[in-house]
Every structure is written in C-alpha cells, then in structure tokens.
C-alpha cells in the first residue's frame, strides 16, 4: 500500500520536529536565519530525549514529520528513523539530502527532498539518486529568493492546514502548536 493511502487510514495525528537548526548550506533566504543572517543556537535533545517525548505523547500520533535546519546532522538520525519505524510510525523527512545516511527501507517512510541553489548541482544530484534507489523521494527546488518567511507559512499552509496547527518540538524540546508561533519565538 503506498504511503499516503496507508497514512490516511491509520488514526492519528502528526507530530513534526526539529532536530537541529544546524544546516549544511548557508542560504541567504533561510527562514529559519535572524534578522541579523545567523541561525538560532539551541541545545539539542538527545535519542532518548525524543524517545521519552514521542512515547510520552497523550495523544495518537501516526506520523512523525522530521525536519531542521538539515536533520541528517544529528548524529542518532539513522537510529531515531529506524527506532519510528520499529515503533509502527510513518516518518516522513524533510532534508536538503545533501548528507548520505543509512536507515532501514520501508513503506512507511517518505523523503521530501530540497534542492537549494547554494548546494553543489552535481553533488547533490548524485546523493539524491542514491536516496531514490532505497526510498521514496519527492523534490521540491527552492530557488534563490523564493524562500522567505512568508513563503514558509504559505508552504505550511499547504501541508498542514489553515492555521498550521500540529504538534512541532523544537530542538530543545519545546513544544508549539502552530508553526507561525514557533518562527515568531526565534525571529
């Protein structure tokens, strides 16, 4: 059964996270920078930290949306996606896919991947092929510019609704409910 079939039919909500606001590339149009060009510095939890959080949850989660900066930094990515899919979770990760990384190959796990302009073409083409022959894999480019932070609540509108509600945690585990609030709590 293909994923989003299968996803649509399994009870739940989605719960995104933040592993890290580290990224591979430095964009001049990230969403994610300050006003003054640098990235917001915050801890990040650890495995079980996110371990305890998910499993702790009250409500019926059914997918985990895994996002950053670039999430492929984190050291314990490969353990935390398998760890999910052991778990019964479909995970979907967004990712600049310019890091290779191994997880287990399931039905249950979708890769949205980005090309942005600063990323090596070639580069990222070769890494990108790699994924597409283990997983399944979406593209999404980002050309230079079109990323800003109101083209980010666009694009949160159109995948997670109106208000862009949703359970998201940030790398240092606070919790939001909107992915407005969160933008607004490190600009």
């Known amino acids: 059964m ?3 079939i299968a996803k649509r039919l399994r009870r739940g909500d989605s719960m995104l996270i933040f592993l890290t606001f580290r990224c591979t590339l430095k964009c001049p149009y990230c969403a ?4 003054d060009g640098k990235y917001p510095v915050s801890p990040e939890m650890t495995l079980s930290d996110w371990k305890r959080i998910i499993k702790s949850f009250p409500r019926k989660i059914r997918e985990i949306k895994i996002t950053g900066g670039e999430p492929m930094l984190v ?18 990760i967004i990712s600049n896919t310019t890091i290779k990384k191994e997880f287990n190959q399931s039905d249950r796990v979708m890769i949205r991947a980005t090309y942005h302009q600063s990323a090596d073409r070639d580069e990222w083409f070769e890494i990108h ?3 597409k022959e283990r997983h399944r894999i979406e593209v999404d480019e980002i050309d230079k510019g079109i990323l800003t932070t109101s083209s980010t609540k666009e694009l949160c509108y159109r995948e997670y609704g109106e208000t862009c509600t949703g359970f998201i ?3 240092e585990g606070k919790l939001f409910t909107v ?3 969160m933008y607004r709590s490190y600009t």
């Open 32 to 35: 994610l920078k300050y006003i």
């Open 2 to 4: 293909r994923y989003g």
């Open 75 to 92: 050291s314990y990515f490969s353990e935390l996606v398998n760890w999910l899919l052991a778990e019964g979770y479909f995970v979907y």
């Open 129 to 131: 092929k790699w994924y």
């Open 179 to 181: 992915v407005n609030e």
């Open 169 to 171: 945690y940030s790398p």
